[in-house]
C-alpha cells in the first residue's frame, strides 16, 4: 500500500536527512516552485504506473493459478476416464472369452 496524497512528514523529514552522495549540491534550473511542481507531478505518475503494473501483475498471477488448476483438474478427469475405459474395455473381453468357452465347452458336451 502506498500513500500518494498528501505527502506525509515522516516522508518528507527522511528525504531531508537522506545525504548526497557527492560534495556537489545539485542546481535547479528555472524556478523552486515550478521544479518542485515537476518533481511532484513525476512522482504521481511513478507512483500509479508502478500501482497499475503491480494490479496487472497480480492479475495475471491469479489468471495462471486458475488455469493451473483447471489443466490439473482436466489431468485428472482424464486419468479417472481412461481407467474407466480400460475397465469396460476389459470387462466385455472377458465377456466375449467366457461366450467362446462356454460354446466351446456346450459343442464339446454335445459331441460327447
Known amino acids: 500500500m502506498q500513500r500518494f496524497l498528501p505527502l506525509d512528514d515522516k516522508w518528507k523529514r527522511s528525504l531531508q536527512e537522506m545525504h548526497w552522495p557527492t560534495q556537489i549540491l545539485p542546481q535547479i ?60 474395455r476389459q470387462s466385455s473381453i472377458d465377456e466375449e472369452l467366457f461366450d467362446v468357452v462356454s460354446g466351446f465347452e456346450a459343442l464339446k458336451g454335445a459331441d460327447q
Open 29 to 88: 534550473a528555472g524556478g523552486s516552485k515550478a521544479t518542485l511542481l515537476t518533481l511532484l507531478s513525476e512522482y504521481l505518475f511513478t507512483s500509479l504506473f508502478k500501482a497499475c503494473a503491480e494490479s496487472l501483475a497480480s492479475e495475471n498471477a491469479s489468471r495462471l493459478d486458475a488455469m493451473q488448476r483447471a489443466e490439473k483438474n482436466i489431468g485428472d478427469l482424464l486419468e479417472a476416464l481412461d481407467k474407466k475405459y480400460h475397465r469396460l
